[in-house]
Nanobody
Framework: EEQLVETGGGLVQAGGSLRLSCAAS????????IGWFRQAPGKEREGISC????????YYADAVKGRFIIYTDNAMNTMYLQMSSLKPEDTSVYYC?????????????????????WGQGTQVTVPS
């Protein structure tokens, strides 16, 4: 069974940093597109970062560009989202996701419905 388990959320002061981890079991990230999404109360789930190594494609939403970094540790079969210069508007539940629904020429960001495996979500709170 494919499973993604997230850790690393919490409360952090504005300007601080936090790293989210997402460990995979039942599959490896090789040949998968990976992504991070977030959902604030009353808002739609939005994609904030995507990486498709096989197509040399990486994406960051404008709201996080220059502050967040997506990467994987294949030896640990874990993906990460390094977040820095956090702002109150970054407060959300964060989800990791993985997708095999891509083909040659695909580029990030991939549509949210294409991500078939999801983490359970982890809360990040940045007080104002």
């Amino acid at each position: 069974e494919e499973q993604l388990v997230e850790t690393g959320g919490g409360l952090v002061q504005a300007g601080g940093s936090l790293r989210l981890s997402c460990a995979a079991s039942g599959f490896t990230f090789h040949n998968y597109a990976i992504g991070w999404f977030r959902q604030a109360p009353g808002k739609e789930r939005e994609g904030i970062s995507c990486m498709l190594n096989s197509e040399d494609s990486t994406y960051y939403a404008d709201a996080v560009k220059g502050r967040f970094i997506i990467y994987t540790d294949n030896a640990m079969n874990t993906m990460y989202l390094q977040m820095s210069s956090l702002k109150p508007e970054d407060t959300s539940v964060y989800y990791c996701a993985a997708s095999l629904w891509w083909s040659s020429g695909s580029k990030c960001p991939l549509p949210r419905p294409d991500f078939g495996s999801w983490g359970q979500g982890t809360q990040v709170t940045v007080p104002s």
